[in-house]
């Protein structure tokens, strides 16, 4: 039988900002999110890819070979950055996460084993999100303020979670240009829109285990559609909100082609530049809201 009865959609609302501005009157902003999903990458599917050498040293390169790039190059544009670690990342890799601290940039939660949280119970999602936060409160001294979902999965339950744990923005949807506000029955949540034109994954996913699958686009492709991207939130005054793989984009070549878009993007003096959450905190700003407890 066919069924043409409409979908029960979740209970989330969508807040939007009439009047939305950058600090200073800019342009547009940018935030650098870098998704450091190590070794959980792998895993997160399978706990079994933990003994497929070459899927975790594929994904082990954007931490010990990468990452050291990575923030060198942020240090040189004087560009701060937001990197989004899975817990177990984060414990199998302190001195990774010291070293994003001690630079300036924020560490944000996404997940313990990079966990797609779609499809599971509350009580699964729970234990996920306070495992995950209490790892990177020990490592970093402070709870994580924000969260983007691994797999961009992510229901009106997981908002209220994030509301029950202080978490104060979430980096999934990708509804809008400008941040908005997301909330349920629990509260409201700084919601900073993402794209998939922004994501690494698309054009230079890889996926060793079990498929053995790559995408192989060249850099030159990816710097021509981030920089129209970028050309275009600029003109529109969005939000030019990145999902880069130090493991994808932290390959050399690629890495060169960023250090480009980099000096293209530095040359306007209309953009603003932040963490994540600095853009969190610009909007409860201009919302007159207030954030989760800190």
């Given at each position: ?19 939305f ?9 940018v ?5 450091v ?69 924020e ?50 339950q ?8 202080g ?12 941040p ?17 034109v922004l994501?690494?994954?698309a ?70 530049w932040g ?18 407890a800190?």
């Amino acid at each position: 039988m066919i069924d043409l009865t409409p979908p029960a959609y979740p209970e989330v609302s969508v807040r939007t900002l009439p009047g939305f501005v950058w600090p200073e009157g800019k342009a547009c902003g940018v935030t650098i999110g870098w998704h450091v999903d190590g070794e959980a990458g792998p895993l997160g599917w399978d706990r079994g890819a933990a003994a497929h050498l070459a899927a975790v040293s594929e994904a082990a390169y954007g931490i010990t070979t990468a990452m050291p790039r990575i923030l060198d190059m942020h240090r040189r544009f004087g560009i701060p950055a937001t990197f989004f670690v899975p817990g177990h990342v984060a414990e199998r890799h302190p001195a990774m996460i010291e070293a994003i601290l001690v630079e300036g940039h924020e560490v944000a939660h996404h997940g313990y084993m990079h966990e797609n949280v779609f499809g599971l119970s509350s009580e699964h999602e729970r234990a996920v999100f306070e495992h995950a936060s209490s790892i990177l409160q020990a490592l970093t001294g402070r709870a994580p303020r924000g969260w983007s979902a691994p797999g961009w999965g992510m229901t009106a339950q997981t908002v209220d979670i994030m509301m029950d744990l202080g978490l104060d923005y979430d980096a999934s949807l990708m509804e809008r240009d400008t941040p908005f506000l997301i909330g349920t029955a629990a509260g409201e949540l700084v919601e900073l829109p993402i794209s998939m034109v922004l994501d690494d994954w698309a054009l230079f996913g890889a996926s060793l285990h079990p498929a053995g699958d790559a995408a192989t686009a060249t850099a030159a492709q990816a710097g021509q559609t981030w920089r129209e991207e970028f050309d275009g939130l600029r003109h529109y005054g969005g939000l030019f909100n990145t999902t880069f793989h130090p493991n994808l984009t932290g390959r050399p070549g690629r890495l060169l082609m960023l250090a480009e878009l980099f000096s293209h993007m530095r040359s306007f003096d209309d953009v603003w530049w932040g963490t994540c959450e600095q853009a969190a905190a610009h909007v409860r700003t201009l919302d007159g809201s207030h954030g989760a407890a800190a």
